[in-house]
């Protein structure tokens, strides 16, 4: 399967514990995305790395959250502290070009209780 | 403010007819649109893009029309068939608020009845 690869598919955690989802993108795409839905809602920006240097992050992003891309392949996305809010479907994309067609994951989905 | 706007939550279409989804944008700043296709627990599947210089682009049974004066756009889906039942999304990108970034819509749930 060569598509974009995002694990674990869902996360159920106590309010103040830390979650990791990892995210590998397609092996010859060298931007990938992060993004936060939420029900009822459309796909939200969170962050977006070019290679391993993460370029933007959006406002949503709180200091809690932190993306890493080392070495430009997998990427992770750290919640700290979570709180009930938090809970979401988080999606990873990655494109070949930037911003055109953006291919995404599954999808890792967090409950926080 | 929402500068992707889906106003139609849900369409119900018998099979074999047209499903027509619907997209409006605020910022005039975007280049690049696109249409995605989200069944429930995955992601969402690219289906169809459109670059602004175009106004028609065509795969398959998708076609995406792009009306820039009236900052519309719109998925045609001809025939409808009842795996095409998902939520669609349309997405803007281009620069907004002093940086680059892609834009989704709401979501429009299309149910296609057999």
């Known amino acids: 399967d060569t598509g974009v690869s995002q694990n674990p598919r869902h996360k159920i955690t106590k309010r103040g514990q830390n979650v990791t989802f990892r995210c590998d993108p397609i092996s010859e795409h060298n931007r990938l995305y992060w993004y936060r839905q939420t029900l009822g809602q459309g796909p939200e920006f969170l962050t977006y790395f070019q290679n391993e240097a993460q370029l933007e992050k959006s406002r949503l992003l709180s200091d809690r959250f932190s993306a890493e891309r080392p070495k430009g392949s997998f990427s992770t996305l750290e919640i700290q502290r979570t709180e009930q809010g938090d809970s979401a479907m988080y999606l990873c994309a990655s494109s070949l070009e930037l911003w055109r067609e953006l291919f995404f994951g599954e999808g890792s989905r967090l409950t926080v209780l | 403010d929402q500068q992707v706007k889906q106003n139609s939550p849900s369409l119900s279409v018998q099979e074999g007819r047209i499903s027509i989804l619907n997209c409006d944008y605020t910022n005039s700043m975007f280049d690049y649109f696109l249409w995605y296709k989200k069944y429930p627990a995955e992601g969402p599947t690219f289906l169809i893009s459109?670059?602004?210089?175009?106004d028609k682009n065509e795969d398959g049974r998708f076609t995406v029309f792009l009306n820039k004066s009236a900052k519309h756009l719109s998925l045609h889906i001809v025939p409808s068939q009842p795996g095409d039942s998902a939520v669609y999304f349309c997405a803007a990108s281009g620069l907004t608020s002093g940086t680059y970034k892609y834009i989704f819509g709401t979501g429009t749930r299309l149910k296609v009845l057999a």
């Open positions: 459109i670059s602004s210089i175009k």
